[in-house]
């Protein structure tokens, strides 16, 4: 018999113009980041694509500053949210973090992240929307959050 656990910590997800601002929240686990990259993609899928069939470019803002860590089966999942975004359009990335504990924790994820496409670690969500905008990508209008629930027990 297969265990299903519940979903440790949450996020939310809104577009703003061409940046995916995904706010995470919590102590996660490997649910919750198998739910980001399932509503993520979703999100993506509805962006469409470009005239000649390629995925529209966009940017993410990762804004962790309420984010605890995560298991490593949970930053392992989100490793493969990240690939397929990339797959899915993604051309430049910037994470807030709250502290430096927290940049050692996800050290080797950035690096791997600034191989595959632009990376930035911004101080505050308002600098790394000034970085994606330099990058190209325009972060005008707001639009609806997709959020989740933890659903830990209290």
Not at 14 to 34: F, K, M, P
Not at 56 to 77: F, I, K, V, Y
Not at 88 to 96: L, N, P, Q, R
Request: hydrophobic fraction near 40%; aromatic fraction near 10%.
């Amino acid at each position: 018999m297969t265990m299903v656990w519940p979903q440790h910590g949450s996020f939310s997800l809104r577009w703003q113009g061409d940046v995916l601002i995904a706010s995470y929240c919590g102590t996660w686990n490997e649910v919750a980041s198998r739910n980001l990259h399932r509503q993520a993609r979703a999100l993506w899928v509805e962006r469409g694509l470009q005239a000649n069939g390629q995925p529209q470019a966009w940017g993410l803002l990762s804004d962790a500053r309420e984010w605890e860590g995560g298991t490593p089966e949970a930053l392992a999942e989100w490793w493969a949210f990240f690939e397929d975004g990339v797959r899915h359009g993604m051309v430049a990335v910037t994470d807030v973090l709250p502290s430096q504990f927290h940049e050692a924790m996800v050290k080797s994820l950035a690096e791997r992240a600034g191989r595959l496409t632009r990376y930035q670690l911004s101080a505050r969500p308002e600098d790394g929307l000034a970085w994606l905008a330099q990058q190209g990508l325009q972060a005008k209008q707001i639009e609806p959050q997709v959020r989740s629930q933890d659903t830990s027990p209290g």
